[in-house]
Nanobody, 117 residues
């Protein structure tokens, strides 16, 4: 089973930036889709962005133009650069890894992001 550890969360003011990192316990293959999800209190977890082995990424409409996802297979790491942060970006951000041949994949424990005005 793959273990994922997130870091880089914190508290920032509106318009600020954060860079999240997620390190996997084993090599990230090109057959593994990696992504970032977030969850606000009392709400369901939602996709923020994901990226496949070919480097193709997709984003939630709410973060397009502000967030950038990337991956470094040599370091078994994915990143989420978050710029122009808004209060609605607040939540716990979770890393997710899923080989294309499985349904559920694996989750990290999450890192808190708080954006205040």
């Amino acid at each position: 089973q793959v273990q994922l550890v997130e870091s880089g969360g914190g508290s920032v003011q509106v318009g600020g930036s954060l860079r999240l990192s997620c390190v996997a316990s084993s090599r990230i293959s090109r057959a593994t889709v990696m992504g970032w999800y977030r969850q606000n209190s009392g709400e369901q977890r939602e996709l923020v962005a994901d990226i496949n082995g070919g480097g193709f990424a997709k984003y939630a409409d709410s973060v397009k133009g502000r967030f950038t996802i990337s991956r470094d297979n040599a370091k078994s790491t994915i990143y989420l650069q978050m710029d122009s942060l808004k209060p609605e970006d607040t939540g716990v951000y979770y890393c997710h890894a899923r080989p294309t041949w499985v349904v559920n994949g694996w989750w990290g424990q999450g890192t808190q992001v708080t954006v205040s005005s």
